[in-house]
């Protein structure tokens, strides 16, 4: 219509809009589940990646994240891995459930997720699933009879007592987290 004037924002006046949409979208913090990539460990302390939603053909991205673990909250998140058993690491490649409180900054027009706790067990349990999908092919390379079918059966074995150490540490964690000690199994 003419003589109608379309709105125009400035940046900040934009920017401020952007940080209250997502302040009211998301007042708590949210659970996240991706794959790490990018991780950078600064002297100062804090820890950058980018939590991916790797694309079906496994190379780049169908959506990306920027994660910031402030120093004094990884000192708690390390404490959660360690009672874990110390079987999961933050590296490229690893698939994490984390929660983390969306943030917007403004003077670089940047979304972030401040994360604040990991869930390990989240993150066993996919490793868990990974070794088990590589032992399988493994055995099935073993019963074709492979000319590496020695190394191929040192190699099952070593994963095997891998995936019996996960197994158990996963035990661990969740009866810690329960205050009762892990049952025995078979296995000792």
Do not use: C
């Not at 698939?95 to 670089?108: G, I, M, N, Q, S």
């Not at 079918?149 to 969740?174: G, P």
Request: charged share 25%.
């Amino acid at each position: 219509m003419p003589g109608d004037v379309v709105p125009t924002f400035s940046v900040s006046e934009l920017a401020g809009a952007v940080s209250l949409v997502l302040d009211t979208a998301f007042p708590t913090e949210v659970w996240v589940r991706g794959e790490i990539a990018n991780l950078n460990r600064a002297r100062s302390g804090h820890v950058y990646f980018s939590l991916i939603e790797p694309n079906e053909l496994g190379r780049g991205a169908t959506a990306s994240l920027s994660v910031a673990l402030l120093a004094d909250r990884k000192y708690v998140v390390n404490q959660i891995l360690r009672r874990a058993g110390g079987s999961v690491r933050m590296t490229d490649g690893v698939e994490v459930r984390l929660r983390a409180k969306v943030d917007f900054y403004a003077p670089t027009g940047r979304l972030t997720l401040l994360m604040t706790l990991i869930d390990p067990e989240y993150t066993l349990g996919k490793l868990v699933a990974v070794v088990k999908q590589l032992l399988s092919v493994i055995k099935s390379s073993i019963e074709t009879g492979s000319e590496q079918e020695m190394h191929i059966r040192r190699s099952f074995r070593e994963v095997s007592v891998d995936v019996a150490l996960s197994h158990n540490a996963t035990r661990r964690y969740r009866s810690r987290a329960r205050g009762t000690r892990p049952a025995r199994d078979a296995r000792g």
